[in-house]
């Protein structure tokens, strides 16, 4: 790869970002405006901000270590994602738009009338959010070392013109970003991968297929079901999703948006896992440590496109990583008033941005696997928030009793199960545990006089 044209690149790109975010500087007017874009985003930019949330460091360089080892099993990590987008498309996320709040854990105090929860789902939030932009960080200071770019000077330059456009502009620059770097990303995988596949020789095509090369994989079944199912259920309750489902300018434009990025977000995760089996089945042989899907294309193409796709990678970091940011600020400033002065929100907020940032990039440094980061954050806030939340969705009243068991028992299972990983179907057992919980929770609420008393002036 050329170092020069990748440095280059990525500097630039980033500069032009930096432009484009500078025009929605000066548009923060309220916490509206901040975290929401004034709930006036349209149909392409908010299918491109939703494709630039998925396809981001984790999916795309985690994807493609995945397959070297497992093979096509690993599409079920981005179909899970695909089809959670594909289920807000078809109704869900026209349901969350219609709720009218600014955060997925506000669903807690509107429908089960309590602040408590609504700060434990803020929490759990919080802390999955956090661990996903941990995974970005490390991806991205992973792939950089790969590359030989072991510059810490270059690497705290490129975060700190991404902190600076999500800092001062908010979700619209977020969004305004994410349109620049997912039109990049898309032309240069598609690039490489007319290159690898078409104009460098049918052969690789077939290789790629063939049964000798699917049959050189590893296989674990419990890793495959939580690929799909934990990034699926996720997909319906976690906040920088939500934000986009609260950010539209109607419901429709709402499904429209999350059923297209979930279309397009499943073609370009195609490119990633190809490369990763195609280095399986060529015996592609590299130092511990390289990024798989960059020593592929390098090995496949010429210094110059090896360093596009490397821009193109971390570009789906930071589209990744500065909506993990906007989501985790917006938890802390709109469900903790602890963290606002009243008439100084937006400033506040964006000292919240940079704290939060900082943080990240620090304990990016103590983790190693990408994928098992984003797995274990998943599976944190989907084994105790899914069941509550899907049925505040689908109902006008809940009573906080069914929604509090429901999170306890969820949080049992999910510590219980973490000391047997390679159990079968886990996820769905815990997800069991937890609407145990909220069964038992409606049990008590209907065969109590006070419960049933409490819930009759609930819905006066």
């Known amino acids: 790869m050329d170092i020069l044209t990748f440095i280059i690149c990525v500097l630039a790109l980033q500069l032009v970002c930096f432009y484009v975010g500078k025009k929605t500087f000066s548009e923060q007017n309220d916490q509206s405006d901040y975290f929401l874009a004034g709930r006036t985003l349209k149909f ?40 959670g987008l594909l289920l807000l498309g078809l109704g869900v996320g026209r349901k969350l738009a219609a709720l009218d709040v600014s955060t997925s854990a506000q669903i807690f105090e509107k429908i089960y009338g309590s602040t408590t929860l609504k700060k434990i789902a803020s929490s759990l939030s919080i802390v999955t959010l956090f661990m996903i932009l941990v995974a970005q960080f490390l991806a991205s200071s992973k792939f950089m070392a790969s590359l030989g770019v072991d510059s810490r000077l270059l690497f705290v330059v490129f975060w700190a013109i991404v902190i600076a456009y999500t800092t001062l502009g908010g979700f619209k620059a977020v969004v305004s970003t994410d349109v620049v770097q997912v039109q990049f990303f898309v032309v240069a995988f598609s690039f490489c991968a007319a290159w690898i596949f078409f104009m460098g020789g049918g052969n ?44 539209g300018e109607s419901p429709k434009v709402v499904s429209k948006a999350f059923f297209w990025s979930g279309v397009f977000t499943m073609l370009i995760c195609l490119f990633p896992i190809s490369l990763g089996i195609l280095a399986r089945g060529i015996g592609l042989q590299f130092p511990e440590g390289r990024s798989v899907l960059m020593e592929m294309v390098s090995y496949s193409t010429n210094g110059y496109i090896a360093a596009f796709v490397g821009c193109a990678i971390l570009a789906a970091t930071v589209s990744t990583a500065d909506s993990l940011i906007s989501a985790i600020t917006s938890n802390l400033s709109l469900d903790f008033d602890t963290f606002m002065t009243k008439g100084n929100e937006v400033r506040n907020s964006q ?61 049992v299972g999910f510590l219980c199960f973490r000391f047997a990983p390679d159990v079968i179907l886990k996820e769905l057992i815990v997800m069991f545990i937890s609407l145990v919980g909220f069964g038992f929770g409606e049990l008590i609420v209907y ?6 008393d409490e819930i009759v002036r609930g819905t006066q």
């Open 204 to 247: 690789n095509v077939e290789l790629l297929m063939s049964s000798e090369t699917s049959s050189s994989f590893d296989w674990n079944l419990s890793k495959m079901f939580g690929w799909l199912l934990m990034p699926l259920f996720f997909m319906l309750i976690e906040q920088d999703m939500a934000q986009r489902c609260f950010s």
């Open 447 to 452: 065969n109590t006089k006070d419960f049933k």
């Open 44 to 83: 392409f930019p908010l299918m491109m901000t939703c494709i630039a949330t998925q396809v981001g460091g984790g999916l795309v360089l985690g994807a493609t270590e995945e397959a070297f080892q497992y093979g096509w099993a690993v599409i079920l990590y981005p179909m899970g994602a695909c089809i």
């Open 351 to 411: 000292i919240i941005t940079v704290v939060i940032s900082t943080a990240g990039i620090f304990l990016s440094f103590f983790f190693n696997n990408v994928v098992d980061v984003l797995i274990f954050s998943y599976e944190l806030s989907v084994t105790c928030l899914f069941v509550p939340t899907l049925f505040a969705i689908f109902r006008k009243r809940g009573h906080w009793l069914s929604a509090g068991l429901s999170i306890g028992f969820g949080a």
